[in-house]
């Protein structure tokens, strides 16, 4: 499985061209896809500007000696490559296991091109295999999760080791809803924008370009 990671990341990179303003996604399959341009940037001289989407990926990048910007002080971002949880046949993806999605979100809504780099076993039929972040603010969020019970969506608080409820990096909870297949994603995700408390959702729906998948025969590359 990390060969297969790793793989894709790799490929990603190679979308990465000289003065090119890069969005640096979040988790384990993502931070290969970094790894690669950090190698880039110290043996091929790779002039770039990366804009992270997580604390842990500012961290890495830093290390790596990426040059990195905020969201805010660029105008946009030329290609955004992150990893994905779940992809549906149609290109809709949930992310957020990582619990990034809202900076993910931000830096992929102001992307010109947007990538995802997954191994074969994130692509499904249907969405439903994975859990649908739900990123609320904590004021009001028991009220919150009480509605997603009431809907039937079987929410769940995302925790810590220790069992607190975990924070993200802009200091919000997240609630994790666990429905068994999800057939109309952009309903679902017009319902979650439309509740108050709600931040963001890790429903990424309609966003996504380019999907490159690693299996057992080697590298595919899905395109809208």
């Not at 000289?18 to 896809?33: H, K, R």
């Not at 990366?50 to 000696?65: D, F, I, M």
């Not at 919150?144 to 969506?153: I, S």
């Amino acid at each position: 499985m990390e060969n297969l990671k790793k793989m894709v990341g790799v490929k990603a990179a190679e979308f990465v061209k000289d003065g090119m303003i890069v969005g640096l996604g979040t988790g384990s399959t993502a931070a290969f896809f970094v790894e690669e341009l950090g190698r880039r940037v110290a043996e091929e001289s790779l002039q770039i500007v990366g804009v992270t989407t997580s604390n842990v990926t500012s961290a890495q990048a830093r290390e790596l000696g990426i040059p990195l910007k905020s969201i805010d002080e660029v105008d946009f971002v030329d290609v955004t490559v992150d990893g994905a949880d779940e992809i549906d046949a149609q290109l809709n993806g949930i992310k957020g296991g990582g619990a990034a999605l809202l900076m993910e979100k931000i830096v992929a809504t102001y992307s010109r091109d947007y990538i995802w780099i997954v191994d074969a076993s994130k692509m499904s039929e249907t969405l439903g295999t994975f859990k649908v972040p739900v990123e609320v603010v904590p004021y009001g969020a028991g009220q919150v999760f009480r509605k997603f019970e009431q809907a039937g969506y079987a929410p769940t608080w995302r925790e810590n080791a220790d069992g607190s409820r975990l924070l993200t990096d802009m200091q919000h909870y997240i609630i994790d809803l666990h429905i068994d297949k999800i057939t109309e994603p952009e309903k679902l995700a017009r319902k979650l924008d439309l509740t108050v408390g709600v931040v963001e959702h890790g429903l990424f729906n309609n966003m996504v370009k380019k999907v490159i998948v690693g299996g057992a025969d080697g590298v595919d590359i899905l395109t809208k």
